[in-house]
C-alpha cells in the first residue's frame, strides 16, 4: 500500500469523495469496488468505514456535494432576462448529467432510483431550483401557484429526459434543450408565461 499520508479529517473525507466520485463517473454503480477506492487513498477499508459506513452512504455523499454543486452553478443572475437565466440554468443541469452520466443513470433508473435518501436529496434539489426560479419573478397569489404547480413538472420532465438523453444519445444536445425550453412554454401558457416575463422586468427594473 506504501506510505500513508497522514491528513486532518475533513481533508482525508474530501480526498475520499473525490476518488470516489471520478470512479462513479466513470463506471456503473455496481461495478465501483469500496476496495479499490480504500487502495487508491491508501487507506484502510477500516478507516474508510469509520467515514461511509456503507457504499450507500458513500454515493450519497457524493452525491449530496455534486448536488450543491449543480445549484450553484445554476443560480440565477438577476441582472439577466429571465429566459436567458432559464436557458442558462437548463445548461448546467445538462452539463451535470454529461459529467456524471453513471452516477444519474443509478438514481433515476437504476439500483438507487428507489432509496430515500437519494431520492430526498433530489427533492431538495428540485425544490430549490423551483423556489429560485419563482422567487425571480414577481408574481403573487393563483398566479404564483399556478407557475410554481407548473414548474414543478417541468424539472421533473427535464430530469427525465436528460436521463433518457445520457442512456440513448438519440437526439442531440441543443434539441434536448430546445425541447425543455418548449415545454416549459407549453406548462406555463401564454397568458400566465407573459405574466411570469413581465413580473420579472418589473422586479429587475426596481
Known sequence: MGT????????????????????????????????????QAQVSRALL???????????????????????????????????????????AHIDYFVDNTHAALAVNRGPLSGDPLIQG?????????????????????????LASTALHGWLMFVRGACTEWVHTRSIT????????LRTLASALGPDLLDELTGSAEENRDR
Open 173 to 180: 444536445r441543443p434539441e434536448l434543450h430546445r425541447m425543455c
Open 121 to 145: 436529496i433530489i427533492s431538495t434539489e428540485l425544490a430549490t431550483l423551483r423556489r429560485r426560479m419563482i422567487d425571480a419573478t414577481a408574481l403573487e397569489g393563483h398566479a404564483r401557484a
Open 4 to 39: 500513508r499520508r497522514r491528513m486532518a479529517p475533513e481533508e482525508r473525507r474530501a480526498q475520499l469523495l473525490d476518488i470516489g466520485a471520478a470512479m462513479f463517473a466513470a463506471q456503473p454503480y455496481d461495478e465501483v469496488l469500496i476496495e479499490r477506492v480504500a487502495e
Open 49 to 91: 468505514y469509520r467515514y461511509f459506513p456503507t457504499k450507500r452512504d458513500f454515493f450519497a455523499a457524493i452525491f449530496q456535494r455534486d448536488s450543491d454543486a449543480l445549484l450553484s452553478a445554476a443560480t440565477p443572475d438577476p441582472g439577466l432576462p429571465l429566459a436567458d437565466q432559464v436557458a442558462a440554468g437548463l445548461d
